[in-house]
């Protein structure tokens, strides 16, 4: 008897020297989202994090509920004295945020992880 995989709990955050790295896979329910938003901003306001890299190349479809959530997050950020760049967006999920009119202020864009990290480099600044 195969027993069903258990639902996933959390979004790993992993720090990165002053910055933290966000992989999103699949779907981000509310409850997900609600604590990936309390995780992000404290970890901001504990420690000398400076940027937020959210890499959603693992992410098929970007709804109005995500990318809420995504421009939620860079404005609590923001507010905490840290940038957030967005990495890995896939053309179709671009796509889809013109279609549903969603703008997500506050978030620079980046086309892969390693290009977020330069633009979040002292030098870029």
Same mark, same amino acid.
């Given at each position: $008897? ?5 639902? &996933?709990? &959390? ?13 999103? &896979?699949?779907?981000? #329910? ?7 938003? #309390? ?6 306001? +504990?420690?000398?994090?400076? =940027? ?14 995500? =990318? *809420?959530?995504? +421009? ?5 950020? *923001?507010?905490?004295?840290? *940038?957030?760049?967005?990495?890995? $967006? *896939?053309?179709?999920? +671009? ?31």
């Amino acid at each position: $008897m195969s027993r069903p995989l258990p639902a &996933q709990t &959390q979004v790993p955050v992993l720090a990165l020297g002053d910055t933290l790295l966000v992989s999103l &896979q699949g779907e981000l #329910h509310d409850g997900l989202a609600e604590q990936l938003q #309390h995780d992000i901003s404290s970890r901001i306001a +504990a420690g000398r994090v400076t =940027g937020v890299v959210l890499d959603i190349s693992g992410v098929d479809i970007v709804d109005s509920f995500l =990318g *809420r959530v995504l +421009a939620e997050i860079a404005s609590t950020a *923001r507010l905490l004295a840290a *940038r957030t760049v967005l990495a890995g $967006m *896939r053309p179709a999920v +671009a796509i889809t945020l013109v279609e549903l009119g969603l703008t997500l202020p506050g978030l620079i864009t980046a086309l892969d992880v390693d290009r977020a990290l330069e633009l979040l480099s002292p030098e870029e600044e």
